[in-house]
């Protein structure tokens, strides 16, 4: 596996996921930071550098978003939307891990360039190993996307 640190933005609403999602990937990876946005809202700020996260401009983007569907304030499909509109976020791998059973949410996340959807299992083992191979593809088998220089900072 690639060395870390490792950044996560972890899109996700439900405590008692968001709980999982972090064991599951901190057992898988040491050096793994998980940052929560409890709200489609919130991750839009983080990821934009807005609102109470304006003073994050020098920070890098994270090197994985794991972005659930069904969240408050802003849905999932729109941050998604917002991501690939724009160029400073339009490469960040991004994989929907979500209770949905519906085809057309799978649809509509492709259609929006999500890099893979997983339907959340509802066993606790195997949610576990979901998210740790989901973490094991995207930190350390796929080839990081070059970091960039966070949202508003010129490059030279």
Same mark, same amino acid.
Request: one cysteine or more; glycine letters at 6%.
């Given at each position: ?21 972090? *064991?599951?990937? *901190? ?20 990821? +934009? *550098?807005?609102?109470? +996260? ?42 929907? +891990? ?28 195997? +949610?576990?190993?979901?998210? *740790? ?7 350390g088998f796929s080839r990081r996307v070059p970091r ?9």
């Amino acid at each position: 596996m690639e060395q870390g640190p490792f950044f996560v933005l972890l899109v996700e609403d439900d405590i008692n996921d968001e709980a999982l999602v972090h *064991r599951a990937l *901190r057992s898988m990876e040491p050096n793994c930071i998980v940052l929560v946005a409890r709200d489609g809202a919130e991750a839009i700020d983080y990821l +934009f *550098r807005t609102g109470p +996260f304006e003073g994050l401009k020098s920070q890098p983007h994270p090197d994985l978003v794991i972005l659930d569907l069904k969240l408050p304030k802003v849905g999932g499909l729109d941050v998604l939307k917002r991501i690939r509109e724009h160029e400073e976020t339009r490469l960040l791998p991004v994989v929907v +891990f979500s209770s949905s059973t519906e085809q057309a949410d799978v649809d509509a996340s492709y259609h929006l360039g999500v890099n893979s959807f997983v339907q959340k299992p509802l066993e606790y083992d195997q +949610f576990i190993e979901a998210v *740790r191979l989901i973490g094991r593809y995207w930190l350390g088998f796929s080839r990081r996307v070059p970091r960039r220089q966070s949202v508003g900072e010129a490059e030279e």
